[in-house]
Each structure stands twice: as structure tokens, then as C-alpha cells.
Nanobody
Framework: QVQLVASGGGLAQAGGSLRLSCAAS????????KGWYRRAPGKQRELVAT???????NYADSVKGRFTISRDNAKNTVYLQMNSLKPEDTAEYYC?????????????WGQGTQVTVSS
């Protein structure tokens, strides 16, 4: 049983910063992709950033240069440092761990943490 617990959301002013964390517990394959996604009100969920277990990263164009994803493989934790926040960053943020094993795709999600950015 894999569980992801996200934390660190809250209220920030435009131009401010927040740091999200997501800790996973359970049996996790050591080769995996960790990521952050978000869903704004009335919109579909979108990718924010991903990072592989080897450290390769990928970012949505809207957050490049402002957000930084990092991970601690030993702690099975992924972080999202969000700087220069904008009101359009307001959304529910979800962490995700995924990997492939003999049974196919393993895809796990955290419970979501709200980020609200005021102008």
C-alpha cells in the first residue's frame, strides 16, 4: 500500500514563495517519476513539473524559471519550490509517483494541497 501525503500549501501574495512537500510511504520502486500537477477552478488538471529518480526534470512553460522540483530518493519525498508566484498559480496541487513493474503502470496520487495567490 503506497500513500502520498502532501503539505505546504497556503496563501501567498503575488511575488511571494511557497514550498510544497510530498512524502510517500509503502513499497516504492526505486526507478520512478515524481511529479506535481495542479487543477485550477473550472480547468483540467495540468502538469506542473516532473523529476526522474536520476534527476532529470521537466516543467510546464508557465512555471519555468519560477518553480523548482527536487527530490530526496532516500526519503521518497518530492518538493516543489514556488517563487515569484502569480494569481494564476492558484490551484489545488497534487503530487504523483509512478513507475512500471511486472504488473504494469503504478500510479499514485497525494490528497492535494491548496495554493492561493492574491494580487
Amino acid at each position: 500500500q503506497v500513500q502520498l501525503v502532501a503539505s505546504g500549501g497556503g496563501l501567498a501574495q503575488a511575488g511571494g514563495s511557497l514550498r510544497l512537500s510530498c512524502a510517500a510511504s509503502g513499497s516504492i520502486f526505486n526507478i520512478n517519476i515524481k511529479g506535481w500537477y495542479r487543477r485550477a477552478p473550472g480547468k483540467q488538471r495540468e502538469l506542473v513539473a516532473t523529476i526522474t529518480s536520476s534527476g532529470s526534470t521537466n516543467y510546464a512553460d508557465s512555471v519555468k524559471g519560477r518553480f523548482t522540483i527536487s527530490r530526496d530518493n532516500a526519503k521518497n519525498t518530492v518538493y516543489l519550490q514556488m517563487n515569484s508566484l502569480k494569481p494564476e498559480d492558484t490551484a489545488e496541487y497534487y503530487c504523483n509517483f509512478r513507475w512500471y513493474d511486472r504488473s504494469g503502470l503504478r500510479d499514485y496520487w497525494g490528497q492535494g494541497t491548496q495554493v492561493t495567490v492574491s494580487s
